[in-house]
């Protein structure tokens, strides 16, 4: 008889083999990422990706990205989200700014008409 937690694992692991990883390669991360990362008892807070070369595993409390085929090496990914929001509140820092430095340059330019 099989655990939920069972069926997940096994779940898990079908979607890394679709995703062209070897059996080899899944079960050395997975045994990794067990003795490491106590990956059977948190499955719930990790995700783990694959580029059809390796298997990372994305712990969703911390952002911690690890490469499960190079003994846990920290992996280097971008996080597209986070930097499309700073780049939005940049953008709209600037245009404050902006407005406020046109704003000011026509009431320079009205005293100055007006000589006052």
Same mark, same amino acid.
């Given at each position: 008889m099989y655990a939920f937690r069972d069926l997940i694992a096994l779940r898990v692991v079908r979607s890394l083999l679709d995703g062209g990883m070897s059996l080899q390669r899944v079960r050395r991360s997975w045994e990794f990422l067990n003795e490491k990362a106590g990956l059977d008892?948190? =499955? %719930?807070?990790? !995700? =783990?990706?694959?580029?059809?070369? %390796? #298997?990372? !595993? #994305?712990?969703?409390?911390?952002?911690?990205?690890?490469? @499960? =085929? !190079?003994?846990?090496?920290? @992996?280097?990914?971008?996080? #597209?989200?986070? #930097? @499309?929001? %700073?780049?939005?509140?940049?953008?709209? %820092?600037?245009?404050?700014?902006r407005e406020r430095f046109v704003r000011a340059l026509r009431e320079a330019a009205a005293h100055t008409a007006t000589g006052t």
């Open positions: 008892r948190h =499955l %719930s807070e990790v !995700k =783990l990706v694959t580029d059809g070369q %390796s #298997i990372f !595993k #994305i712990c969703r409390r911390d952002g911690e990205v690890m490469d @499960a =085929l !190079k003994d846990g090496q920290m @992996a280097f990914f971008v996080a #597209i989200d986070d #930097i @499309a929001t %700073s780049v939005r509140t940049n953008v709209r %820092s600037f245009r404050e700014d």
